[in-house]
């Protein structure tokens, strides 16, 4: 996930990555995943299931990393 997201350039790349430096794991994918609800951003089935998979592993709500 962290090399698909270096593909992409901006502030909110600039931000998840420097939580993820901190260990910040959880910060990391609500940042990213309200970014791509607030920008519109679209992205492919096999990003979402990442997400989704990266989430349930973290034991999340999806409420937490997704709904927002």
């Not at 089935?45 to 990266?54: A, L, M, P």
Request: proline share 1%.
């Amino acid at each position: 996930m962290v090399t698909r997201l270096q593909s992409f350039r901006g502030p909110t790349t600039n931000r998840v990555l420097e939580y993820l430096e901190h260990v910040e794991w959880g910060l990391a994918l609500e940042h990213l995943c309200s970014n791509i609800i607030d920008e519109g951003i679209l992205i492919s089935e096999s990003i979402f299931n990442s997400i989704k998979k990266i989430g349930e592993e973290m034991e999340l709500d999806s409420i937490d990393w997704w709904e927002k």
